[in-house]
C-alpha cells in the first residue's frame, strides 16, 4: 500500500500548495498596506483639511442644507419616481402587448431613453420643450420639470424592470385566475401585478437611488434660490466661500439616504433569497 | 339523461406540427364523474383544458352546460364562471392568504358583497376541512392542504362542473388521500367532474365512467369495471399492468410517450 502510495505520488517541485497561498495572501495584504501609506503620506492633509473640512462654513450650511437642499432632492426624487414608475408601468405593459404597434413603440422608448444621458435629456426637457410647445407650461414649473425629466430616464429602465417581473410571475397564476373567471385586464391588476411587484421591489428601490443622484441634473435647468438641490446648493455655498466644505457635507447628505436604501435592498434580496429556498 | 353538461364534438388540437388530439367526441350528464386517463402525452390534459379553452382548439366544438365554449363570440369568462378548475400545481396566490384566495375572486369576478364572499370561503372551507388554517399562507401548507384550498377556491365561485387536471400528481403518496377524499365527497353530492388522474383506485371507486386515451384518441370509453376491470383493448391493457405493475414493465424500443406511435 505505502510503496503505490509514494510511487503514485509526483515529486514535489518548489512550493507546496499551502505556502503558494500564503505567499499570495501575504503579497496582497503588502500591497495594500504600501498603497494605503503612499495615500496617507503624498497627500497633504494640512490643505485638504483647510478645503474641505472647515468646521465654521459647515456650521453656516445648516439648517438650509437639511430643510432646503435635502427636501427638494427628495421631492424631486419622489415625484420623478412616481412619473416613472406610472410611465413605465404603462410601456411595460405595451411590451408585453399582443398588438403589434405598441411592443415596438415602447421598445423604441426604451432603446432611446436607455441609450441617451441622464443630462440631455433635462437639457430637451428645460430647452427643447418649451421651443416645440409655445405658450405651453409644463405644470409645476421647475418641480414639474424636474418629474417629467427623471420620470422620462427612469420610465425606461422600470419598464424593463417591470416587464421582467410580470415574465418571472408563473404561468399557472394567470391560469389559475383565468380559469375563475377574471378578464385578462383584471387578473393583470389583482393577481399578476401584485405579484411582480413583490419580485422587483429590490432593483425599483435601487432605480429610486440612481434617481436621487440623478436629481443633481436639475442644476442644469436654472432653478430659484428655493428650489435648489444639495448639489446646487453646494456649489453655490462652495463658490461664495471659496471653499470647498459645502460639497463635502452636501455629499455626506447624500450618503445619508443612499446607504440606508442600499442596505434595505440588501435585506430585500437576502429575504427574497430565502423565500426561494 | 338530459342534455349532456359537457359535449365535445370532433375536437382537434395542434401544437405547431404537433397534432395532439385527434377528433375526441365525449358527452358527460350532469352529475356525472369522468376519470379520464392514458400514458402522459396521450392528449388528455389538452382535452380537458380545451373544456374552458385554456387551449384554443384547432378545429371542432365544446359545449358546457349547452353554451358553446368555442363560439368566438361567447362570454368566455362568464363561462368559466360555470367551470372550476384545479390544477397539478395548485396554483393558489401566493401573495395572499387562504381566505382571501377564496374571497377575492368572489368579489372581483362575481362582485359579492364582502360579508357574503367571507361567508361563502368559510363554508367552503369548512367543506375541505381546512377551516383552522384560513389566516395561513400558501407557502405554509403542505401540497395536499394547497389542493384543498385550491378546491375550495374553486367551489367557493358556485360551479357547475368541475376539471381535474391530474390533481394528486405533484402530492407526495402520504398525503394523496386526504385529497381524494375530498373530491369523493364532491362526488358523492352530485358535482359533474372530470378527472384526470392516475388514481386507478379512485377512478374504480368513484367515477361514473373512465375514458381510456391514448395517441390523441378516445381509445376506450365505459364503466370502470369494464375499462379497468376489463379492457378490450391491448393498448388499455398495456397501460394498466404497466400503471399496476411498475416493475413488470420491460424496456422498450417505443415508449408511449409519444403521441401517435402505434403499440406494437
Known amino acids: 500500500m505505502t510503496d503505490t502510495d509514494t510511487a503514485l505520488q509526483p515529486k514535489r517541485k518548489g512550493l507546496t500548495r499551502r505556502q503558494k497561498r500564503g505567499l499570495s495572501r501575504g503579497v496582497q495584504y503588502a500591497v495594500f498596506a504600501a498603497a494605503v501609506i503612499a495615500f496617507a503620506v503624498t497627500a497633504d492633509w494640512g490643505r485638504l483639511q483647510n478645503q474641505f473640512a472647515q468646521a465654521d462654513i459647515a456650521k453656516q450650511m445648516f439648517p438650509d442644507v437639511i430643510t432646503l437642499a435635502l427636501k427638494n432632492t427628495v421631492l424631486y426624487t419622489l415625484s420623478g419616481f412616481v412619473v416613472g414608475l406610472v410611465l413605465g408601468m404603462v410601456i411595460a405593459l405595451m411590451r408585453l402587448s399582443s398588438v403589434g404597434p405598441y411592443r415596438w413603440l415602447a421598445g423604441v422608448y426604451i432603446e432611446i431613453f436607455r441609450g441617451l444621458p441622464a443630462l440631455l435629456i433635462f437639457i430637451f426637457v428645460g430647452v427643447a420643450v418649451p421651443l416645440a410647445f409655445p405658450g405651453t407650461e409644463i405644470p409645476g414649473g421647475t418641480y414639474g420639470k424636474v418629474a417629467l425629466a427623471l420620470g422620462l430616464v427612469s420610465a425606461a429602465y422600470m419598464a424593463e424592470t417591470i416587464r421582467a417581473g410580470i415574465q418571472a410571475v408563473p404561468k399557472g397564476q394567470m391560469e389559475a385566475a383565468r380559469s375563475l373567471g377574471f378578464s385578462p385586464a383584471k387578473a393583470m391588476v389583482s393577481i399578476i401585478i401584485p405579484q411582480a411587484f413583490r419580485i422587483i421591489l429590490p432593483p425599483l428601490t435601487n432605480e429610486l437611488v440612481l434617481l436621487f443622484k440623478d436629481s443633481s441634473l436639475v442644476l442644469f435647468l436654472g432653478v430659484t434660490l428655493e428650489e435648489r438641490e444639495l448639489s446646487k446648493f453646494g456649489r453655490d455655498l462652495a463658490s461664495t466661500t471659496a471653499n470647498s466644505t459645502p460639497i463635502l457635507v452636501a455629499g455626506l447628505c447624500y450618503l445619508l439616504v443612499t446607504i440606508p436604501l442600499s442596505f434595505v435592498v440588501r435585506r430585500m434580496e437576502s429575504k427574497a433569497q430565502e423565500a426561494i429556498r | ?264
Not at chain 2, 368566455?76 to 374571497?103: K, S, W, Y
Not at chain 2, 384518441?217 to 378490450?232: K, L
Open chain 2, 1 to 264: 339523461m338530459s342534455r349532456p353538461e359537457i359535449e365535445v364534438r370532433g375536437l382537434h388540437k395542434s401544437f405547431g406540427d404537433n397534432e395532439v388530439l385527434r377528433g375526441i367526441d365525449l358527452e358527460i350528464g350532469q352529475g356525472e364523474v369522468v376519470c379520464v386517463i392514458g400514458p402522459s402525452g396521450s392528449g388528455k390534459s389538452t382535452l380537458l383544458r380545451c373544456v374552458n379553452l385554456l387551449e384554443e382548439p384547432t378545429k371542432g366544438q365544446v359545449f358546457v352546460g349547452g353554451t358553446e365554449v368555442t363560439d368566438p363570440d361567447v362570454d368566455i369568462d362568464a363561462v368559466r364562471r360555470r367551470i372550476g378548475m384545479v390544477f397539478q400545481q395548485f396554483n393558489l396566490f401566493p401573495h395572499l392568504n387562504v381566505t382571501e384566495n377564496l374571497t377575492l375572486p368572489q368579489r372581483r369576478v362575481l362582485g359579492r358583497d364582502k360579508e357574503t364572499a367571507a361567508r361563502v370561503a368559510a363554508e367552503n372551507l369548512a367543506r375541505v376541512g381546512l377551516s383552522e388554517k384560513a389566516d395561513a399562507y400558501p407557502s405554509s401548507l403542505s401540497g395536499g392542504q394547497q389542493q384543498r384550498v385550491a378546491i375550495a377556491r374553486a367551489l367557493a365561485m358556485g360551479p357547475e362542473v368541475m376539471l381535474f387536471d391530474e390533481p394528486t400528481s405533484a402530492l407526495d403518496p402520504e398525503l394523496v388521500g386526504d385529497v381524494l377524499a375530498v373530491m369523493r365527497r364532491l362526488a358523492r353530492e352530485g358535482m359533474t367532474m372530470m378527472v384526470v388522474t392516475h388514481e386507478m383506485t379512485f377512478a374504480r371507486e368513484v367515477a361514473d365512467r373512465v375514458v381510456f386515451m391514448d395517441g390523441g384518441v378516445i381509445v376506450e370509453d365505459g364503466s370502470p369495471d369494464r375499462v379497468i376491470g376489463d379492457p378490450q383493448h391491448e393498448r388499455t391493457r398495456h397501460f394498466l399492468s404497466r400503471l399496476l405493475d411498475p416493475a413488470m414493465a420491460e424496456v422498450e424500443e417505443e415508449t408511449s410517450d409519444q403521441v401517435g406511435k402505434s403499440e406494437p
